[in-house]
């Protein structure tokens, strides 16, 4: 689908906006197969065209000038115009085939995301999926320069061009065995929580961030005997017999259902202050299969 969407965009707006992706006109010409004079020459096309400078020429690299940040907000759109255009033209015959590009934060691709392209996978199996790994601030960046279709991120605020196509409360849960001394309590207060041992994600996880808040609110201080920045680590260290951790449910909900785990609200206020959110670039219109593939995640998601 790739190489036929190229094909209905100008070479000079398609190399000019690889160069801003790359911010080298030789990385560029790398990634595009053609020589770097030839990736040069259509940039000088667009700069006589509209009788500006595209870029700024630094030592770091080429950085898009006031009118190439707007000359690629265009391309950028017209990219990805293309690019639902020969999805729509395959979707004729159904959803035979086609690529669905997601960007999410760690908790989804534990299981949540394998669980949910696998079943979907076994409805349209012509369908692919590219999944890329992101922290909540990289998740939107990746749906705004339109490498992706879909962001699934845990957001604290609203953000500028992002269309919520999805949004629920992601409450924080004190995560632990099923047969640790709390684990008979339906919800637990920090203070409960803190004669045990705790193993927490690092300090930039949205996660952490909400019970780094209730502890200074509730002036309680842990101090963690294991931190990491991944969950499934976190999770195997609980299971092990570690300790208590924190998460959200969509990380451990399916462990929690075969009794791996047992999982309970921390009872404090702000522990419900993010939501889950499926982002999209605002103003775009989504392929067929993508807004397929949307409608599909929504019925799947837990509440």
Do not use: W
């Amino acid at each position: 689908m790739a190489e036929r969407s190229h094909r209905l965009q100008e070479t000079s707006l398609r190399y000019f906006l690889e160069v801003v992706r790359c911010g080298s006109v030789t990385e560029a010409s790398t990634r595009l197969h053609v020589t770097a004079s030839a990736v040069s020459r259509q940039i000088a096309v667009l700069e006589d065209v509209l009788k500006v400078s595209l870029f700024d020429r630094q030592p770091r690299g080429m950085i898009p000038s006031a009118a190439g940040e707007l000359l690629a907000v265009h391309a950028q759109r017209g990219a990805l115009e293309a690019d639902r255009v020969v999805s729509d033209i395959d979707g004729l015959q159904g959803l035979r085939s086609g690529r669905i590009r997601i960007a999410a934060c760690p908790g989804f691709a534990v299981e949540f995301l394998p669980r949910t392209i696998a079943a979907f996978r076994a409805e349209y199996p012509g369908i692919t999926f590219h999944l890329r790994v992101l922290s909540p601030a990289d998740v939107t960046a990746a749906v705004l320069r339109g490498d992706v279709d879909i962001g699934l991120n845990y957001s604290r605020a609203a953000e500028r061009n992002i269309r919520v196509e999805h949004r629920q409360a992601a409450s924080v849960l004190a995560i632990m065995r099923p047969d640790h001394a709390l684990a008979h309590f339906h919800s637990v207060t920090l203070a409960q929580m803190q004669p045990f041992p705790i193993a927490l994600p690092e300090v930039d996880n949205t996660v952490r961030q909400l019970f780094d808040i209730g502890c200074s609110e509730q002036q309680i201080a842990f101090d963690p005997v294991f931190v990491c920045n991944q969950f499934e680590t976190l999770t195997n260290f609980v299971m092990n017999g570690g300790g208590l951790s924190i998460s959200g449910l969509i990380t451990i909900g399916d462990r929690v259902e075969r009794g791996e785990l047992h999982a309970v609200e921390i009872r404090e206020r702000g522990m419900s202050q993010r939501s889950i959110e499926f982002q999209t670039l605002n103003g775009r219109t989504l392929p067929e299969v993508v807004r397929v593939f949307l409608e599909y995640l929504r019925t799947h998601m837990r509440v």
